[in-house]
């Protein structure tokens, strides 16, 4: 176990619905990231928060809202997706250990996400 | 916009063999260039990284070289085992204000024949 635990594991929705994935880390890591995982398609970052604040976000739709309350906690809000939003949706955190760290990111194990 | 390529897209070898995964990238930037390796079915991990400041850096039967200059980085595994199948994703990034923004490479899938 990484120490990072991401659900629900598995989440089937229409494109009508709001649900929320959800992302906690117990390493007392500053920084976590929302990736999306497709087939045959590179790991996309989506949206960083460092300290619970948003530093980055790589022009993902607005139907995708992030929240980070804690250090410790991050969500990925979801409404009125499209089927192509259909994918493995990946959480991860690291720490900044300064110049002569490792700075590895810890991946959650997934949750996966079809829309119909 | 920033990007890495990775190839080759599917790698298929003999137990014993060695493989070699090539990455380019184009921020010349990037300071830091981590690689994971994603079993099926299971998250990403981290097998092994190095900084600009070094060139080449080993890991039991891993190795990862650097050339700053061509922007471009490699994976070296010598002596394959089965266990060493998995899909292998090469990342650039640069290191700054307490977090990594990742850009990976679309993987290689690697293949290990008994």
């Known amino acids: 176990e990484t120490g990072v635990t991401q659900t629900p594991r598995h989440l089937v929705m229409g494109m009508t619905n709001k649900k929320s994935l959800k992302c906690e880390q117990h390493?007392?890591?500053?920084?976590m990231y929302w990736y999306k995982q497709s087939a045959k398609k590179p790991l996309e970052l989506m949206f960083v928060?460092?300290?619970?604040?948003?530093?980055e976000n790589n022009s993902v739709p607005s139907r995708f809202s992030p929240e980070c309350p804690n250090s410790s906690h991050l969500f990925l809000h979801l409404h009125t997706l499209q089927p192509e939003d259909s994918a493995l949706y990946l959480c991860?955190?690291?720490?900044?250990?300064?110049?002569?760290?490792?700075?590895?990111?810890?991946f959650g194990p997934g949750t996966r996400l079809t829309v119909l | 916009g920033e990007n890495v390529e990775q190839h080759p897209s599917t790698l298929s070898v003999q137990e014993g063999d060695s493989a070699v995964i090539k990455c380019t990238y184009s921020?010349?930037?990037?300071?830091?260039f981590p690689w994971y390796k994603q079993e099926l079915g299971k998250r990403p991990q981290l097998i092994i990284d190095?900084?600009?400041?070094?060139g080449e850096k080993k890991d039991q039967r891993i190795a990862v070289t650097l050339n700053k200059t061509a922007k471009h980085f490699s994976l070296h595994i010598t002596e394959t085992q089965p266990e060493d199948s998995a899909v292998y994703f090469c990342?650039?990034?640069?290191?700054?204000?307490?977090?990594?923004?990742?850009?990976f490479g679309a993987g290689t899938r690697l293949a290990v024949h008994p």
């Open positions: 991860a955190s690291s720490q900044d250990l300064g110049a002569s760290g490792r700075n590895e990111q810890f």
């Open positions: 390493l007392g890591h500053n920084a």
């Open positions: 928060y460092n300290f619970k604040e948003q530093t």
């Open positions: 921020d010349s930037a990037s300071n830091y």
């Open positions: 190095i900084r600009s400041n070094v």
């Open positions: 990342a650039a990034s640069k290191v700054s204000g307490g977090y990594n923004k990742l850009i």
